[in-house]
C-alpha cells in the first residue's frame, strides 16, 4: 500500500500542492520533529511522551482525521489536549521539510481521490483487477482506498482470515473482512479449509479455543 500510494502521490503532489520530491519520514524523523514540536508548545514531555503523541496522531490518521477535525472535538484536557496542540503544527512542519511520514502516504492518497473524481476515475481505469492480501490487517484508510478504486468496476479479491487479526494496536480493523460481504452483496465466498501445517489435534484444539470469538466467519480447518 505505502509504496503505491508514494509513487502515485509523487505523480499527482501538484493536485495537492506537494512537492513531487517529498521525503518520506521514518520513525526517528517522526519523533525527533514531535519532540521539537511539544518544545515550541512548552507541553511537559515527562507528562506527555512525544511517543504517545506520536502513536495517538497515527491513529487517527489511519482513521482519516485530520488536524483541523480532530482540533475541533478533542477534549481541553490531558493528553488529547496535548495532540490537538502538536497535530497541526507538527503537519505543518512537515509541510515546511517538503515530508511526509507514512501515514499521511495513505491519507493523502484518500483525500487525493475524494477531491479529485478525474484523478480517481483515471487510477480505476489503470487498475481494474486488485488483489489484496491479508485483508484482516487493514485499517480503515486502506479501507477506503480500496473501496474508492474499485467502486466502478468491482473486480476486488481479498484473501484473509479473521481468526488472525492480530494487529489492532497498529490500526488495523477486523470488521473491514467479516464486513466484506456486505459492503460487496455480489462476492463469491471461498473458505480454504485445508491446513497443511497441523496435525487434526492441534487443529480441533485451536478452533474449540478461536470459536469462542464473538463476530468471527465460521469456518471449519480440517
Not at 60 to 88: C, I, Q, S
Not at 140 to 166: F, I, T
Request: proline share 3%; hydrophobic share 40%.
Amino acid at each position: 500500500f505505502h509504496a503505491a500510494c508514494a509513487r502515485l502521490l509523487r505523480r499527482e503532489a501538484e493536485a495537492l500542492r506537494l512537492s513531487p520530491q517529498f521525503v518520506i519520514y521514518d520513525t526517528a524523523d517522526q519523533l525527533s520533529l514531535m519532540k521539537q514540536c511539544a518544545q515550541e508548545l512548552k507541553i511537559d514531555q515527562d507528562l506527555y511522551a512525544p511517543q504517545a503523541i506520536m502513536r495517538r496522531i497515527s491513529a487517527l490518521k489511519n482513521d482519516l482525521v485530520d488536524a483541523d477535525t480532530f482540533l475541533r472535538d478533542a477534549g481541553d484536557f490531558g493528553l488529547e489536549e496535548a495532540v490537538a496542540r502538536v497535530y497541526p503544527l507538527y503537519q505543518r512542519a512537515l509541510r515546511e521539510n517538503a515530508a511526509v511520514d507514512f501515514d499521511d502516504l495513505l491519507m493523502l492518497t484518500v483525500q487525493l481521490f475524494r477531491r479529485h473524481p478525474d484523478i480517481l476515475q483515471r487510477y480505476q481505469h489503470r487498475w481494474r483487477y486488485i488483489m489484496v492480501d491479508e485483508y484482516q490487517d487493514t485499517n480503515m484508510a486502506q479501507y477506503h482506498m480500496l473501496h474508492l478504486l474499485a467502486a466502478q468496476h468491482r473486480n476486488l479479491c481479498v484473501v484473509g482470515d479473521d481468526d488472525q487479526s492480530v494487529y489492532r494496536f497498529r490500526g488495523a480493523n477486523v470488521r473491514n473482512i467479516l464486513n466484506f460481504e456486505r459492503d460487496y452483496p455480489d462476492a463469491t465466498v471461498i473458505k480454504l479449509e485445508q491446513n497443511y501445517r497441523s496435525t487434526a489435534t492441534i487443529l480441533d484444539a485451536a478452533t474449540a479455543v478461536v470459536a469462542k470469538n464473538p463476530g468471527r466467519k465460521d469456518k471449519t480447518l480440517w
